[in-house]
């Protein structure tokens, strides 16, 4: 079963920061955040990972709380093309990587106004 | 970045027949890959762990006779639907791992 929660959809308006909450208050230690994202009928797209720290990269921002019993996604500057099912997921990062499966929740459907 | 390819993008096919999709990792290699079905409006679920060169692990409740997973090498996996009917209509997904664990487009299946 998937270890987080997430609101069912959220609308953001074209042009400003998309916050995306997730709670996952029974993570362990050793277990990192993922998020990804499905545009309609395509594979998922990683976006971004972390697991005490916030990180950054090109595509988002990741805040994850000291306690560490949520995170929050950032999209900075929202576009149309970033309506999409977006999905955090909490998993043990161990060697080698490709053995390890990821358990999807239901997601936020995420919806960017014009 | 790292490309995951599937073919083919769609498939309509008669109940009774099988069906291949193909899963392959284009620029790096894999030595496990995933098989994940979705049913519209629902979540990606992860129907078996296809590891090159021994048995795929399937996800309780996935039929391993019905669902065929091969993979020969280390940048191909195969999906096999046996026997298909119209309720293993979906859309199938996979996925490699190189650092990260990246997904192909998908295919979607129709059983008419």
């Known amino acids: 079963d998937a270890k987080t929660t997430q609101p069912t959809s959220m609308d953001c308006a074209e042009g400003r920061a998309a916050n995306l909450p997730c709670n996952h208050s029974t993570i362990s230690g050793n277990e990192y955040v993922y998020w990804y994202r499905q545009i309609h009928s395509q594979g998922p797209q990683y976006i971004i990972h972390g697991l005490k720290n916030n990180e950054t990269n090109e595509m988002a921002s990741l805040i994850i709380t000291e306690d560490r019993k949520s995170s929050t996604l950032i999209l900075p500057h929202a576009t149309l093309r970033d309506t999409a099912v977006y999905y955090c997921?909490?998993?043990?990062?161990?060697?080698?990587?490709?053995?390890?499966?990821?358990?999807f929740g239901q997601g936020t459907r995420l919806t960017i106004n014009p | 970045g790292a490309v995951v390819s599937q073919h083919p993008s769609w498939v309509i096919c008669k109940s009774g027949t099988s069906v291949k999709i193909e899963c392959r990792s284009l620029?790096?290699?894999?030595?496990?890959m995933f098989w994940y079905r979705q049913f519209p409006k629902q979540s990606l679920m992860l129907m078996a762990t296809s590891n090159e060169g021994s048995k795929a692990t399937y996800e309780q409740g996935v039929e391993k006779d019905k669902f065929l997973i091969n993979h020969a090498s280390l940048t191909l996996s195969t999906l096999t639907v046996t026997s298909a009917h119209p309720e293993d209509s979906s859309f199938y997904i996979c996925?490699?791992?190189?650092?990260?664990?990246?997904f192909g487009p998908g295919t979607r299946l129709t059983v008419t």
């Open positions: 996925s490699a791992t190189e650092y990260e664990q990246y």
């Open positions: 997921i909490v998993r043990v990062v161990v060697e080698p990587l490709g053995a390890q499966k990821l358990v």
């Open positions: 620029d790096f290699q894999a030595t496990t």
